[in-house]
């Protein structure tokens, strides 16, 4: 069983669907982040959590540090949003992500 | 300087070549890191550098593998004896501060494909 864990691991909406990727860990971590990969092999960072909750724009992160689960929601969604979403951790006192896996979400017209 | 630079974006070779990549990182940055990803899958660590001492090598880095970071500036990640195993997208990224606040900003990329 990986450490990190993302479902679903493809997703496919229309454009304009509410959208909600979750990511599940079984270690304990100092971080998480949300990250982009467009089919071009590039990552971007979205957000990173420590706890709480974030947004911004269209997108909102949450985290939940008891029960080991981060969520990013896409509202309204485009195509331009056709990517695949990486969550990866940093365990306390290391430099390195642990990823998940990805999940491919396409956004139809 | 606008980011993570990788060069090629893409490299086909034939089974047995030696190939190099390159990465060029943001320039204040003195972290360095190189991970490897293989399609469907997220990425693995490789190695990584703080300024042009290479502190850690991932077992994934077998003796054909070599990286180097020689005035602790840009990066080249070395394959000899290329293997179609070896084909995958390899990523180089950068930091300075602590990565858990900060995060990494990553190259493009560069895509290997061993025929």
């Known amino acids: 069983k990986n450490e990190v864990e993302q479902s679903p691991q493809n997703l496919t909406a229309q454009e304009g669907e509410f959208i909600t990727i979750n990511c599940s860990y079984s270690v304990g971590i100092s971080a998480l982040h949300w990250l982009q990969q467009h089919p071009g092999g590039g990552i971007v960072s979205l957000f990173m959590?420590?706890?709480g909750k974030k947004k911004h724009g269209r997108l909102i992160a949450t985290i939940n540090i008891q029960e080991k689960h981060s969520s990013l929601h896409i509202t309204a969604s485009h195509p331009r949003d056709s990517a695949v979403y990486i969550c990866a951790v940093f365990t306390s006192g290391t430099y390195k992500y642990i990823f998940g896996t990805g999940t491919r979400l396409k956004v139809l017209a | 300087d606008t980011g993570v630079s990788q060069n090629p974006r893409h490299k086909i070779t034939k089974r047995g070549q030696n190939v190099t990549f390159r990465c060029d990182p943001i320039s204040e940055h003195n972290r360095l890191y190189w991970y490897r990803q293989t399609l469907g899958q997220g990425p693995e660590f490789l190695t990584y550098?703080?300024?042009?001492?290479?502190?850690?090598k991932s077992r994934l880095l077998s003796d054909r593998f070599s990286a180097e970071r020689p005035k602790g500036s840009f990066s080249t990640l070395e394959i000899q004896r290329t293997e179609q195993g070896d084909s995958a997208m390899y990523l180089c990224?950068?930091?300075?501060?602590?990565?858990?606040?900060?995060?990494?900003?990553f190259g493009s990329g560069t895509r290997l494909t061993v025929v």
């Open positions: 550098f703080q300024n042009e001492a290479q502190l850690e």
């Open positions: 959590l420590s706890s």
């Open positions: 990224a950068s930091s300075f501060r602590r990565e858990e606040n900060y995060g990494y900003t």
